[in-house]
Every structure is written in structure tokens, then in C-alpha cells.
């Protein structure tokens, strides 16, 4: 079988039952299991693991380290309207662990032509990344976990089961979104999220210590969280007093440079 397939390299574990394209590229190390399809114009980077069942569609490019459990589809064309055939693209970091039935979708045209997923992060079972969504490093995607498409969501942010995401909304780094929760605004770094439809419900502060934060920088973030949810303060005001606090916080600058660039479409308050 590997004869036939010149782009897979020979140190290459694939099952009997599994169907290659030959036009797929297979780095070293990989491993696919029965029944799995791996379709034309696709790239697995070295150490892979692909368990049974799972359909891979291009262009796609996937790289080292990433382990897709059974069932998942990956680089499927978008659920979109608008898409008709073109070549866009899912592109796939390293480390990733994409688990059972995720569907993980293409880009269309309209939206840049691709969804991008970083590295480093867990995606639960039945988790939907639509067309054009990007993913950072780091976050966590909960079961049945939902994006739409055009969705952001920036590094170490963690969004529990069942959590939907509006199409165009970003998450912030280490922002946290409770179960059920229903996202139709921009939610700023460093928040703790729940609710239909979600509300704020003070930093999520046991992310923060997790991932290092310490006790004067949490402090300082929770200062810059009051001017936003607790003063009553206008959104301009609120924002001139945090941009005030980021010169003794460098982490505070991480809220601003949010604010500035999601502020049009708006923020949850």
C-alpha cells in the first residue's frame, strides 16, 4: 500500500481498511486507524494519531502531534450559503486533541479563506468550529461547545459545555464561559461568563492562578473590572480610567487593546 503512495512517508502506521488519497501528504510517525478517510490536498504532520472512523477533507493542513479520536470530521466544506466550491482551508497547529464526532469546518472566501486552529488545544467531543473561525492556543472547548462562523477565540480561554458563540464574536484570553451559556456580545479577557444570555459574573479568577497571575496583578485586574462593570461609569469613561491603570499593570493592557479593537460590535455589560 505505501508503494502506491509516494507522499507517505514509510515509517507511516495506517490501517488496511483506511482510504489515502494519493495526493495526501503523511509526515513521519503518523498513525491512522480502520476505516478513516484522508482526502485530496491533505498535509498530517509527523507523530499523528488518527483513530478509526474519522474523514479528513482538503485543503487542509494539519500539523505534528495532533491526535483525532474517532468519528471526527475534519476540513468539511462550510455550512455556508455562500460557499460554491472554492479551495479554502482549515489549517491545524500542533499538539491539538480533537475529540469524538467534532466537526471542524473550512473557510469561504468571504470570510479570508480559512479557519485556523493553534496549538496546544482541547476539543471536546461534538464541538462545531464553523467556517472562518480562529482559535488560539491553549483554550479549551467543552462538550457541545458550539461556534459560529467569523468566531475568535484568543489563547487559554476556556468555554464550558454546551456554550454557543454568535457568529463575529471574539473571546478574550482567559476568559471562561460557564455551561449553556449563549454569547451574542464580544466578552473581554479575563472574565467569567454564564447565562442566556450571558452576563458578567466578576474575573475568572481561579484561571488566572492557574496560569500564574499574581496577587498584585489580579488585583490590578480586579480594579480595572470594577471601573467596567461596578462604577457606573460610561464605556469611554470606564475605558480612560483602565488605560490609566495599565501603566503600573502591563496585564491590564491585554483589557485595553480589547476594548479598542471589539468596542464597535460590543462588549457583554
Known sequence: MLKEMPNVNKTTN???????????KLGSGVTIGPYSVIGKD???????????????????????NNEIFQFASVGAVPQDKKYNGESTWLKIGDNNVIRECATLNRGTVQGGGSTTIGSGNLVMAYVHIAHDCHVGDRTILANNTALAGHVTIHDDAILGGYSLVHQFCTVGSYAFTAMNSVISKNIPPYLMV?????????LNLEGLRRNGFDKQTIKYLKEAYKYLYRSGLTLDDAITEIIALSTKCPEVELMVDFLKQYIERGIIR
Not at 454564564?194 to 466578576?202: D, L
Open 42 to 64: 491533505v498535509e498530517i504532520g509527523d507523530d499523528c494519531r488518527i483513530a478509526s472512523h474519522v474523514v479528513i477533507e482538503g485543503p487542509c493542513r494539519i500539523g505534528k
Open 194 to 202: 454564564s447565562g442566556h444570555m450571558a452576563r458578567p459574573h466578576g
Open 14 to 24: 495506517i490501517h488496511p481498511t483506511a482510504i489515502i488519497n494519493s495526493d495526501a
